[in-house]
């Protein structure tokens, strides 16, 4: 048997006073790596460095001789180990007893000379693989008296549990350190029998019958396995798992001994498919009565906002429309005032006044459009939707500071049914909105226009379902973002989060107005942290409106 790596490129040491001596050996093992001293003093010195895998050491040399250079290599425990053939010219009685293990006779026979190296270098290699081979068993049969212990313990404190574990109504398997099942109670055992045939779909190895002696690592089979519960852990884990069509909680704590060795683990099985199944019903029962109430208040809400807006719509239209038509006569009158400098100041006083009522006309309008109750039909100019976002973009872009970037990202041709001039209102508010949420470090406004399909989810507005394919209509900003505190008001008519003077609170209520008459709904997304801030308003229009 070869024990040598065919890899590896051995070194040999010479130590001769005779450079002729030393260039034949290199010629004659030129296969090993040389290293050379003509000294002994000197080649002492080297073997300590380079470790040499042999030393061939000639008996007579100037100085040092190769007996004292040998006394001195197996005195030192650095070099000690190395083996040392003898290079002489007549005939040793013993080597072996200097220190050596074999001699190279002079003239050197080339054969002889490899073969005696060779031998030796391979003699040790295979003492060195043995030494580690025994250590290694050593080291095995530790682990093995260890792990001894362990199950020994492992089955004494079993032995112990087991009076109590059988008579438990809940399923209890006990694992060792290895995670193979070591116990398996009868009550775990009717309950895997009850699903063993669904729990075979998922995973055909298993077998209750054979579940002791199992590592529990077979459940990794499972995709939607917790398996954290199936790791090393120190402490009471507990999971609830779909297995065999039910559903299993499982309650797992580690196994010490009395010296706080872990010896494996505990795991409590319950079946708690019923139970899920009603807390499920009793979710949705309460998400269902949830949705009607918001739907209730919203409903209400706008009922009241109605009464009270079209109680005070007509008596205020008619104020407006005597005081505006009593300037639009001053207007007139002007024209006789010969002061130049009087007539440009009630020139400018009318204007106002125009200005003002105007402004007024514009609150009572938004009033009605947010409540619904503008029933008048105007006739709609629908325009390619693609265009008059464009023409918004257009338009806002000088109304925007340098800081603030606007991005579109068109991806649908269709044409959602809404008019333009209100579309266009609807834009305009959302990107003033955004650019006030990024007045102080800037940001971007991004619009969006694609399809969605299989979407499910309530519009914040209305509190209604949503659900099917639609058409969406996005503004997002990375700006401060809106509190979840107050997110669920922000359609509500008057509310508003900006200063006093800054802002009506019926522009995103008439957004909500406008979006709902065209059987629409509005989605937000918002976040208002350090880390993460910034306000989506997803917009949905059906996708069959073209076809209305």
Same mark, same amino acid.
């Given at each position: 048997?070869?024990?040598?790596?065919?890899?590896?490129?051995?070194?040999?040491?010479?130590?001769?006073?005779?450079?002729?001596?030393?260039?034949?050996?290199?010629?004659?093992?030129?296969? #090993?790596?040389?290293?050379?001293?003509?000294?002994?003093?000197?080649?002492?010195?080297?073997?300590?460095?380079?470790?040499?895998?042999?030393?061939?050491?000639?008996?007579?040399?100037?100085?040092?001789?190769?007996?004292?250079?040998?006394?001195?290599?197996?005195?030192?425990?650095?070099?000690?180990?190395?083996?040392?053939?003898?290079?002489?010219? #007549?005939?040793?009685?013993?080597?072996?007893?200097?220190?050596?293990?074999? @001699?190279?006779?002079?003239?050197?026979?080339?054969?002889?000379?490899?073969?005696?190296?060779?031998?030796?270098?391979?003699?040790?290699?295979?003492?060195?693989?043995?030494?580690?081979?025994?250590?290694?068993?050593?080291?095995?049969?530790?682990?093995?008296?260890?792990?001894?212990?362990?199950?020994?313990?492992?089955?004494?404190?079993?032995?112990?549990?087991?009076?109590?574990?059988?008579?438990?109504?809940?399923?209890?398997?006990?694992?060792?350190?290895?995670?193979?099942?070591?116990?398996?109670?009868?009550?775990?055992?009717?309950?895997?029998?009850?699903?063993?045939?669904?729990?075979?779909?998922?995973?055909?190895?298993?077998?209750?019958?054979?579940?002791?002696?199992?590592?529990?690592?077979?459940?990794?089979?499972?995709?939607? #396995?917790?398996?954290?519960?199936?790791?090393?852990?120190?402490?009471?884990?507990?999971?609830?798992?779909?297995?065999?069509?039910?559903?299993?909680?499982?309650?797992?704590?580690?196994?010490?001994?009395?010296?706080?060795?872990?010896?494996?683990?505990?795991?409590?099985?319950?079946?708690?498919?019923?139970?899920?199944?009603?807390?499920?019903?009793?979710?949705?029962?309460?998400?269902?009565?949830?949705?009607?109430?918001?739907?209730?208040?919203?409903?209400?809400?706008?009922?009241?906002?109605?009464?009270?807006?079209?109680?005070?719509?007509?008596?205020?239209?008619?104020?407006?429309?005597?005081?505006?038509?009593?300037?639009?006569?001053?207007? #007139?009158?002007?024209?006789?005032? @010969?002061?130049?400098?009087?007539?440009?100041?009630?020139?400018?006083?009318?204007?106002?006044?125009?200005?003002?009522?105007?402004?007024?006309?514009?609150?009572?309008?938004?009033?009605?459009? @947010?409540?619904?109750?503008?029933?008048?039909?105007?006739?709609?100019?629908?325009?390619?939707?693609?265009?008059?976002?464009?023409?918004?973009?257009?338009?806002?872009?000088?109304?925007?500071?340098?800081?603030?970037?606007?991005?579109?990202?068109?991806?649908?041709?269709?044409?959602?049914?809404?008019?333009?001039?209100?579309?266009?209102?609807?834009?305009?508010?959302?990107?003033?909105?955004?650019?006030?949420?990024?007045?102080?470090?800037?940001?971007?406004?991004?619009?969006?226009?694609?399809?969605?399909?299989?979407?499910?989810? @309530?519009?914040?507005?209305?509190?209604?379902?949503?659900?099917?394919?639609?058409?969406?209509?996005?503004?997002?900003?990375?700006?401060?973002?809106?509190?979840?505190?107050?997110?669920?008001?922000?359609?509500?008519?008057?509310?508003?989060?900006?200063?006093?003077?800054?802002?009506?609170?019926?522009?995103?209520?008439?957004?909500?107005?406008?979006?709902?008459?065209?059987?629409?709904?509005?989605?937000?997304?918002?976040?208002?942290?350090?880390?993460?801030?910034?306000?989506?308003?997803?917009?949905?229009?059906?996708?069959?409106?073209?076809?209305?």
């Amino acid at each position: 048997m070869n024990a040598m790596n065919p890899e590896k490129k051995y070194s040999i040491l010479i130590i001769d006073d005779d450079s002729i001596n030393i260039r034949l050996l290199a010629d004659i093992l030129n296969e #090993y790596k040389i290293l050379f001293a003509t000294e002994g003093e000197k080649g002492i010195a080297l073997a300590v460095e380079q470790q040499p895998d042999l030393i061939l050491l000639d008996v007579v040399m100037s100085g040092m001789n190769g007996y004292e250079v040998c006394e001195k290599l197996k005195a030192n425990p650095l070099t000690n180990k190395i083996s040392i053939i003898f290079i002489t010219g #007549y005939l040793i009685a013993n080597p072996f007893e200097i220190g050596a293990v074999d @001699y190279i006779h002079r003239p050197f026979e080339p054969a002889i000379v490899k073969a005696r190296v060779k031998n030796q270098i391979e003699l040790q290699v295979l003492q060195e693989t043995n030494l580690m081979y025994s250590e290694s068993l050593i080291v095995a049969n530790e682990e093995l008296h260890a792990k001894n212990i362990a199950t020994q313990k492992t089955a004494a404190i079993l032995l112990r549990l087991k009076t109590g574990l059988d008579n438990l109504s809940t399923g209890v398997t006990i694992a060792d350190n290895d995670r193979v099942v070591t116990y398996v109670n009868s009550s775990a055992v009717q309950l895997f029998n009850k699903v063993e045939s669904n729990i075979r779909r998922d995973i055909p190895a298993f077998s209750v019958e054979n579940l002791v002696g199992t590592n529990i690592d077979l459940f990794h089979k499972t995709p939607l #396995y917790q398996k954290n519960l199936l790791a090393d852990f120190q402490y009471t884990v507990e999971v609830n798992m779909p297995l065999g069509g039910h559903i299993m909680n499982i309650k797992a704590s580690p196994i010490f001994d009395d010296d706080g060795e872990r010896l494996g683990s505990v795991a409590e099985w319950r079946d708690i498919t019923e139970e899920e199944s009603r807390v499920a019903e009793l979710a949705k029962s309460h998400d269902q009565n949830t949705i009607l109430s918001k739907q209730m208040n919203h409903m209400q809400k706008l009922e009241s906002i109605g009464r009270l807006t079209s109680g005070i719509a007509h008596d205020f239209n008619n104020i407006l429309g005597c005081i505006l038509g009593y300037n639009e006569m001053t207007g #007139y009158a002007i024209e006789d005032i @010969y002061d130049g400098k009087l007539r440009a100041e009630i020139e400018n006083n009318t204007k106002q006044v125009d200005l003002a009522g105007k402004r007024a006309a514009d609150l009572i309008n938004k009033m009605l459009t @947010y409540c619904r109750q503008d029933t008048q039909k105007k006739q709609m100019d629908i325009k390619p939707t693609k265009a008059v976002i464009q023409e918004v973009l257009g338009m806002l872009k000088p109304a925007l500071t340098s800081r603030i970037e606007i991005q579109a990202l068109l991806e649908c041709e269709d044409i959602i049914q809404i008019d333009a001039t209100d579309l266009h209102q609807i834009l305009t508010n959302l990107a003033i909105n955004s650019r006030d949420a990024m007045k102080e470090h800037g940001g971007m406004i991004k619009f969006s226009l694609r399809k969605i399909t299989n979407i499910s989810a @309530y519009c914040l507005a209305c509190a209604g379902v949503v659900k099917g394919d639609f058409i969406e209509l996005s503004v997002a900003d990375n700006g401060t973002g809106i509190d979840p505190e107050i997110i669920s008001r922000v359609f509500d008519p008057f509310f508003t989060t900006k200063a006093q003077g800054e802002g009506t609170g019926l522009g995103l209520s008439t957004v909500s107005g406008i979006i709902h008459q065209s059987n629409g709904h509005i989605l937000i997304h918002s976040k208002s942290t350090k880390e993460h801030h910034g306000t989506t308003f997803r917009m949905l229009f059906p996708c069959d409106s073209l076809a209305d």
